[in-house]
């Protein structure tokens, strides 16, 4: 195999897995960072967003909404965010700014079942989502997609992320 080059391969391969490790955990030290202090204050709390999807009741959403995280975003389990992970859809601003940074964090441990990257390049209501983000984090959400699009593993989203960095997070 030597000679026909595989091994300079599997080295690039596993030096590009460990570049790509190393920018992961910086984006994770920003991420924590640019959201330190985000509260959810009159946000969508994660599980009442998955009541608004099940079309519960007020009175269902309400108790939904009594058992939510709402001062620290990284106290969110990643079985909760799993279990809602359709609550992405149906976050107002400041429920999409208080739980972005546990959904990426989630994402970059590898531990989802949920597609951040449609809600980041492909969701009809961004502006609407991420009006609430200041600079910093925009920064970090744009940090976490030029991540995924140097990820040979997210090559089926590269077309969607390489539009939204050029289109909605280049504004």
């Known amino acids: 195999m030597r000679e026909d080059g595989h091994e300079a391969a599997t080295i690039a391969q596993a030096q590009a897995r460990q ?46 909404r009594a058992k939510d995280e709402k001062t620290d975003w990284r106290r969110i389990s990643m079985d909760d965010m799993n279990l809602c992970s359709s609550s992405l859809s149906f976050f107002n601003a400041a429920g999409m700014r208080f739980h972005l940074p546990a959904f990426m964090q989630g994402d970059l441990d590898s531990q989802v079942n949920y597609d951040l990257i449609y809600h ?21 959400v744009v940090a976490y997609l030029n991540l995924r699009l140097d990820d ?20």
């Not at 040979?152 to 504004?171: K, P, Q, S, T, V």
């Open 19 to 64: 570049q790509l490790g190393e920018r992961a955990s910086a984006l994770k030290q920003a991420i924590h960072l640019a959201f330190a202090d985000v509260q959810l204050e009159n946000g969508t709390g994660l599980h009442e967003a998955q009541g608004l999807d099940d079309y519960a009741d007020a009175q269902t959403c309400a108790a939904y």
């Open 120 to 140: 980041l390049t492909q969701s009809i209501s961004m502006e609407e989502k991420f009006a609430l983000l200041d600079d910093a984090q925009r920064a970090v």
């Open 152 to 171: 040979e593993d997210f090559r089926h989203e590269w077309e969607h992320i390489f539009n939204a960095l050029l289109g909605y997070w280049n504004e």
